[in-house]
């Protein structure tokens, strides 16, 4: 049976603040916005310069409030305040704002395919309802909209009991960036939150039309395939020549299958936690005389909020270890390189169920089950933190995405603004439900 949202009518001077505050919303503020977020160019590690660019943003939006909290020369993340008159709780609204790409072809090609597209450089194209440039969709229109409501909802002067704390960090994304001390995997909100900025409730915007009170989180593997490093010249006959490619190759369908199986098996409620080989390195670019004794196999295997990533790990070192009984001639061993636990709200929780009322006051019917999802967020660690967190998002891709930027991931880099505009009243809905109500009503 699909869940039934809890209704908690708006009353009619709360109807009245909604619509004062959805009055002042500008779309075209945000789209002027999001095209100088996507100019600033914000990769993993990097994201100083915007960061520095939106805290001036917001103080010049709400009163003042607007603040740069540094990390180091490089990096920072950004928040904004906007002060009820208190007895209530305090709600950010949260994104992250670094992008996975680098945006350099010296970098990124062949990797991101032959070429830089247009939604893959850190140059904002408008296009009528669309914007495009690297991270436009994803993270820079969530961050645009998150700041526009906030804007909202400060002109409005609506009577808040509670506080809103738009906040927006580096480092969210699913990398580990050698060049810039490791940083990525949550390094950017874990900082944000430890240091000051104590919400009892945190939207957490992303993709998927859809809210979701649970996001999964990841374990990073790598299998090394031993063999030894030889002399292409060198006959084939010689028993001291013994590649790492090729029983690599033999390994990899095998891993794929592996993760097929762990992906059904350990699927529960709104979750999926898909998993795929992501990446296959093997010797050098400049030696191709020389075989390399070998070759490394990475993946990516994502863990639902009830599966802890050690229990992840013995579930692949069972597989692992049925592999290597399978295949007694192939040397092989394995290791965790990264792990983040799964985070889950309870369903029930006021800031959930706000959400939900907000996406059926805008969508015009029951919310229900949201579509099973593997992507991982910031909002694993909120959750963890402590933080009752929903996460709601926008239809992607677009359905007016041009066919150019259909195929593939890309730079995740077409805004659609009539879709922000639909996810941003749902979120206006909530955070006017929330902060205009005392705390006891809330259950905080």
């Known amino acids: 049976m699909a869940s039934v949202t809890r209704q908690v009518p708006l009353t009619a001077d709360r109807e009245r603040w909604y619509a004062a505050a959805w009055e002042k919303f500008n779309p075209e503020r945000m789209r002027r916005l999001l095209a100088d977020l996507v100019d600033i160019h914000s990769p993993t590690g990097n994201e100083r310069a915007i960061c520095e660019f939106l805290s001036g943003y917001l103080r010049q939006h709400l009163g003042g409030r607007g603040f740069y909290q540094p990390i180091n020369e490089h990096t920072g993340n950004c928040f904004g305040e906007v002060r009820g008159s208190g007895g209530g709780a305090v709600l950010m609204l949260y994104a992250p704002i670094d992008t996975h790409l680098e945006g350099d072809p010296a970098t990124d090609i062949p990797w991101v395919g032959p070429v830089l597209r247009a939604d893959m450089l850190p140059q904002a194209e408008v296009r009528d309802d669309l914007v495009i440039g690297l991270g436009a969709s994803n993270p820079k229109s969530m961050v645009a909209t998150l700041t526009e409501v906030a804007t909202a909802i400060h002109e409005a002067g609506i009577p808040m009991l509670g506080t809103l704390k738009p906040a927006f960090a580096g480092g969210g994304m699913s990398v580990n960036s050698p060049r810039r001390n490791h940083y990525g995997l949550g390094d950017g909100v874990y900082h944000l939150l430890s240091r000051g900025i104590a919400p009892d409730f945190a939207i957490i915007m992303k993709p998927i039309w859809a809210v979701y ?8 593997f790598k299998v090394s395939v031993r063999g030894t490093m030889n002399y292409a010249g060198s006959p084939r006959s010689l028993v001291t020549d013994k590649s790492s490619i090729i029983p690599a190759a033999v390994l990899i369908p095998e891993i794929d299958k592996w993760i097929a199986q762990y992906t059904e098996r350990n699927a529960a409620g709104t979750l999926r936690p898909e998993g795929k080989i992501t990446s296959v390195r093997s010797g050098w670019g400049d030696r191709f005389a020389y075989s390399s004794a070998t070759t490394e196999i990475y993946l990516d295997v994502r863990c639902v909020p009830g599966t802890a990533p050690g229990e992840v790990y013995a579930q692949f070192e069972t597989g692992m270890k049925a592999l290597r009984r399978a295949h007694r001639e192939i040397d092989f061993d394995w290791e965790m ?12 929780n006021w800031i959930v169920q706000s959400c939900r009322r907000g996406w059926e006051r805008v969508e015009g019917r029951p919310h229900g089950d949201p579509p099973p999802m593997g992507g991982r967020t910031d909002g694993s660690l909120i959750r963890k933190l402590g933080i009752p967190t929903a996460r709601i998002g926008f239809p992607w891709p677009a359905e007016s995405t041009p066919e150019e930027f259909k195929y593939g991931l890309g730079g995740m880099g077409v805004a659609c603004i009539p879709d922000l505009i639909k996810c941003a ?19 905080v």
């Open 425 to 443: 009243q749902a979120i206006m809905y909530a955070a006017v439900d929330t902060l205009t109500r005392p705390r006891a009503e809330l259950g």
């Open 213 to 220: 009170a649970e996001e999964p989180g990841f374990c990073w």
């Open 337 to 348: 390189i990264a792990a983040l636990p799964g985070g889950a709200t309870d369903p029930e």
